[in-house]
């Protein structure tokens, strides 16, 4: 069974930095990609920052420049290092195993202005 539990957020004001955590288990981590979404409230949920299985890289253009997607192997993590953040970044976020219906539970971001 496929898991995938994040971590890392929380509460931080405008032009703070946090670093959300996504442990994956139950499945070959290697060979897969990755990907972070956001939900913002009474909005749909949104793509944001996505990793191939060989480290390829890409963003959404509202968190190009600030946002940085990362991945341990041997971890089995994944990460989303968030810089310069916002108001409007505040959402839940959701790790996702790419191109599937396994999702984590979210972790809260809140950028207070």
């Known amino acids: 069974q496929v898991q995938l539990v994040e971590s890392g957020g929380g509460l931080v004001q405008a032009g703070g930095s946090l670093r959300l955590s996504c442990v994956v288990s139950?499945?070959?981590?290697?060979?897969?990609?990755y990907a972070w979404y956001r939900q913002a409230p009474g909005k749909q949920r949104e793509w944001v920052a996505g990793i191939s299985w060989s480290g390829r890289t890409n963003y959404d253009d509202s968190v190009k420049g600030r946002f940085t997607i990362s991945r341990d192997n041997a971890k089995k993590m994944v990460y989303l290092q968030m810089n310069s953040l916002k108001p409007e970044d505040t959402a839940v976020y959701y790790c996702r195993l790419s191109v599937t219906s396994y999702w984590g539970q979210g972790t809260q971001v809140t950028v207070s202005s």
């Open positions: 139950g499945n070959n981590f290697g060979v897969n990609d």
